[in-house]
């Protein structure tokens, strides 16, 4: 039945008395003393339940979820990418929001903000911000998610257009190139139930009718399947949104027939055990090598027992550890620059399934020896345990995990309530704590006593990849589980750990550093102190505390100098950007790559430290915890003055760069995209990622490559570190200046040319670059670049067009939301770069070829709108909001963003004013104003347009 859209006023009389309904509920209330929350539950008569939960965080802000438990594994054969049609089309339009999503008015127009929309697994979401203490966006948005449980339209139009949008989706996720992927997915599908494989799916979509549609979302969206969490900060509006909850959905009716929801882990770990193997042919045309892929699936066979109890958290953990463990160790076994003739890998959950899984990939005919090596490796931990250190490892990163688990925030608390409802996991206020508590406490007796009870034998299900001519295909289940266990019947030895060096750089050396003086130079209004090292380079110090986040807690340091690749040759180019690659996949001091890995596996900074070289700079940087600082300093002084020549480290590395350019996990498309635009403009704008990095790797040249990084790490005096986070000073300048000071100096030979000004080519600029790969897309990008030299000033430039950037974006999604285009991916935005001294509007399509002509035209005439004023207030009010986000006090506090601040005001004299001066800049902007700046810029001789699409001349 349809809501009489005079009730949408109804909020309108809930301000004034908050009656009570007749409804059964279950109330719950926890209380926690560190949070200082409530957790609010309710069910009504007819099965719609709601969760309110408020939280001290100060936003102002309400997070919304609506839910519906169901999900892409519930779907039977006949209805594959249903659930995902029907989550694009119940935002399509609705009885009080017949323009859907995109109703700027009634949802955008007042604070109400669409965060994120996906179908997943076991649920469908639809996610809104909403601002709190606005009844009124409150009440809009329940009725917006009523509109998307009850009263979607599925017009037919939008059905013919959302098919086409769902095609481009597909083609813009899936990994065409990479069919490993697809293969992999496919594998899963046949060993696994309630997963449907990806075969077929534009025919799908090209067949979907109303009626199937229609079905499917009576069959689904309803009220005993459906779920409202409402959380953050509702200290203020939790009746009204309770109150308002009832009046909308007491009196929606749930159909007769209830779809049974199934029980897929029950039906997986009930079902025959699997075999199957699937010829992967098709992925070894870019190798010399045929490789195998063998998985090994071991049933959790208590998963079910425990599945909503403290026990199953703590086996979950556990698993965490054992693969934590089996990995490390498969790694330490493989450390090596020569040719790997295998890899192996394990995991605990075969993609959400109760499954513990191990991964073979070896060469073809290397299959007994990697099946053996995992095999003994699984037996070694069953029999033996794990050590004591490698225990206090597996609880330090699970902690670390759980305390990155922000129980002050929406996020954490969603989560949980989703995974409640939809797999039965506890759901209480004290369950993390319970969970680090008992973890905390538990010895390593404890855990191995445990782990090897956990630890199964043989597997249940095997999945294996092969080429068409292997062994494989003649393989049976029964064949290969009586090898596996007479490996497993051969005695293993225990596990002996490889030695760990205890330090960096010996205590005796650290002890015959003679620091030299050091000297402030200055102190900024702005609070950073300038220091000057004995050997000549400069210190940065910022010491506050930061705002929120996972570096709040660490030292950032960022080194950099002016000059970079292109002091050399340009044939040297890509000699130079690898440089620091090959140099961190070689080592430094007396130890290689292996070794360091294994001494910095149990720091906070176990990625080490990233040195840099791009076309006007090189750089190194990292981050670290304040305790740790002195280690950290010791890998920074190595890396600039000891690192290791290995002609050895070399080849692998060019080995596995081509591997992932070749196999890259995501599409290369973009990639590509890019490096031809800078081919057009120039190494200066970006770094190669596509087909030009994988031809860069064969002119790498070894000895040119470490030349050029010896020469411009060489001079300390050349380099400025940028150092933030909250320590104590005088203990911070004091190790800086132990190490950095310590840096030797050579003063840098250039003989070569040096940076000079560059000037853009002039617009209008129409360049078609065409791939060799497969591609059933057309990919287009438009620069309007305003090439403005670089002033004092900039501040305010970039930030007119970063409203610019907003409101172009705002005009390119009407490409699909109102002229009904066939427009998965668009978007658009404003920024300076100031290592090219560019200010530009970016634009970014992703559409079917045929209707790239008309994209380009209808473009066109958003830009000219633009420049006319064709832009409502209101929409200028939003753009201006989203970009003084970007600017404010919280954002610019956190410590990697001060840090980012502080390196372009020493490096670019890029200086931002304090916050109130630039929003007070951007509340005095006009309409005017941003006519005046979209005149600018979209100008012919500013626009430069790129196509990358398939040339199927080629």
């Known amino acids: 039945m349809h809501l009489n859209v005079y009730k949408y006023f109804y909020f309108l009389s809930l301000l004034m008395a908050l009656g009570t309904n007749a409804q059964t509920t279950n109330e719950v209330s926890f209380q926690n003393d560190s949070l200082n929350t409530n957790f609010m539950y309710e069910k009504l008569q007819n099965g719609f339940s709601f969760y309110v939960k408020p939280l001290e965080e100060h936003s102002k802000k309400i997070h919304l979820k609506l839910f519906i438990k169901g999900g892409g594994s519930q779907e039977k054969p006949k209805e594959r990418q249903l659930t995902h049609a029907v989550e694009h089309l119940v935002t399509k339009g609705s009885t009080h929001f017949p323009k859907g999503m995109k109703d700027y008015e009634k949802l955008e127009g007042k604070g109400i903000k669409i965060s994120h929309i996906s179908p997943g697994t076991n649920h469908t979401e639809y996610n809104l911000i909403v601002p709190a203490n606005n009844r009124e966006a409150i009440y809009t948005a329940l009725l917006f998610y009523r509109d998307i449980l009850s009263e979607a339209y599925f017009r037919k139009k939008d059905i013919t257009s959302e098919k086409e949008v769902l095609k481009q989706e597909h083609i813009i996720r899936s990994n065409d190139y990479n069919k490993e992927d697809s293969l992999n997915f496919e594998l899963r599908s046949r060993i696994t139930p309630c997963i449907s494989n990806n075969g077929n799916l534009m025919s799908i979509y090209q067949n979907l009718n109303r009626k199937k549609l229609k079905a499917f979302y009576r069959k689904w969206y309803r009220p005993d399947l459906a779920v409202i969490i409402a959380s953050g900060d509702v200290h203020s509006d939790s009746e009204f949104i309770k109150k308002t909850i009832k009046e909308l959905y007491s009196n929606l009716d749930n159909p007769k027939k209830k779809p049974k929801i199934l029980n897929c882990d029950s039906i997986y770990l009930n079902q025959p055990e699997k075999f199957i193997v699937l010829d992967n042919s098709v992925t070894q045309n870019r190798n010399s090598e045929s490789w195998v892929q063998i998985k090994l699936y071991y049933r959790i066979k208590n998963a079910l027992e425990n599945s909503n109890t403290f026990q199953n958290a703590k086996e979950k953990m556990l698993w965490n550890s054992i693969t934590q463990v089996l990995n490390r160790r498969f790694k330490e076994a493989s450390n090596s620059y020569t040719a790997k003739k295998y890899n192996l890998f394990s995991r605990h959950t075969m993609r959400g399934k109760p499954a513990f899984e191990l991964n073979l990939n070896a060469q073809s005919g290397q299959e007994l020896v990697a099946l053996t090596k995992v095999i003994h490796q699984l037996k070694q931990l069953k029999e033996y345990g794990i050590l004591e250190n490698e225990w206090q490892l597996a609880k330090k990163n699970l902690l670390e995990e759980m305390n990155r688990e922000d129980r002050s925030k929406s996020f954490y608390w969603q989560n949980q309530v989703v995974a409640h409802e939809t797999q039965g996991d506890v759901l209480e206020e004290t369950h993390l704590l319970r969970k680090e508590e008992w973890l905390y406490h538990c010895t390593l007796k404890e855990a191995n006593s445990r782990i090897k009870k956990m630890i199964p034998v043989l597997p249940d299900d095997v999945g294996i990849l092969a080429p068409k001519t292997s062994k494989a295909f003649t393989l049976t289940r029964e064949n290969l589980i009586q090898e596996i266990a007479n490996i497993w019947d051969e005695p293993v030895v225990p596990y002996k750990q490889p030695e760990i060096p205890s330090h960096l750089i010996h205590p005796d050396t650290v002890a015959n550093f003679n620091t030299g003086n050091y000297t402030l130079l200055k102190t900024e209004k702005t609070g950073e102190k300038i220091y000057k090292l004995s050997n000549g380079a400069h210190i940065i110090l910022k010491n506050y505390t930061a705002s929120n986040g996972y570096d709040k807690e660490r030292i950032i340091i960022h080194g950099f100098r002016k000059k970079g690749a292109s002091s050399y040759s340009p044939k040297d180019y890509f000699s130079a950007v690898n440089a620091p690659k090959i140099v961190k996949h070689s080592g430094v001091g007396v130890f290689d790559k292996f070794t360091l890995d294994s001494f910095l596996k149990n720091t906070s900074f176990w990625q080490g430290v990233q040195p840099y070289i791009d076309f006007n700079e090189s750089g190194i940087k990292g981050s670290v915890k304040v305790s740790e600082l002195e280690t950290f300093l010791q890998l920074l002084y190595l890396t600039f003055s000891d690192i290791r020549k290995d002609y050895s480290a070399f080849t692998n590395w060019k080995k596995i760069q081509k591997e992932f350019y070749q196999n890259p996990p995501t599409s290369r498309f973009y990639s590509d995209l890019n490096d031809g635009i800078i081919d057009f403009f120039g190494h200066q704008i970006d770094h190669y990622s596509g087909y030009r990095a994988l031809e860069g790797i064969d002119s790498t040249s070894f000895h040119k490559s470490y030349e050029i990084y010896k020469n411009l790490f060489r001079d300390p005096s050349a380099f400025t570190f940028v150092v933030t986070g909250s320590f104590n000073e005088k203990q911070i300048i004091g190790l800086l200046n132990k190490y950095i000071g310590k840096l030797p100096k050579n003063e840098s030979e250039f003989s070569e040319k040096q940076h000079m000004e560059f ?196």
């Not at 057309?778 to 900039?794: D, E, G």
């Not at 001060?898 to 630039?918: A, C």
């Open 759 to 954: 000037d853009f080519p002039k617009g209008p600029v129409y360049k078609e670059l065409n791939t060799t790969l497969p591609y059933a897309n057309a990919k287009y990008a438009a620069w309007f670049i305003n090439p403005i030299k670089r002033s004092k000033a900039m501040w305010k430039e970039e930030i007119l067009l970063q409203i610019l950037g907003q409101l172009t974006n705002q005009k390119i999604s009407q490409l699909r939301y109102k002229e009904k285009f066939a427009v998965y991916s668009s978007g658009a935005n404003g920024k300076y770069e100031p290592q090219s001294d560019m200010l530009k509007v970016n634009v970014y399509i992703d559409c079917k070829p045929l209707e790239l002509e008309i994209i380009r035209k209808k473009c066109q005439e958003y830009y000219q709108q633009l420049k006319e004023g064709d832009f409502s207030e209101q929409y200028l009010r939003d753009a201006k909001k989203k970009v003084l986000s970007l600017h404010s006090k919280n954002h610019n506090h956190q410590n990697k963003n001060m840090n980012e601040l502080l390196y372009l005001k020493y490096r670019y004299d890029q200086v931002y004013p304090e916050f109130e001066r630039v929003s007070a800049f951007i509340e005095d902007l006009s309409k005017k104003d941003l006519i005046n700046t979209a005149r600018t810029y979209f100008q012919d001789n500013n626009t430069y347009e790129f196509v990358l699409r398939e040339n199927n001349d080629l």
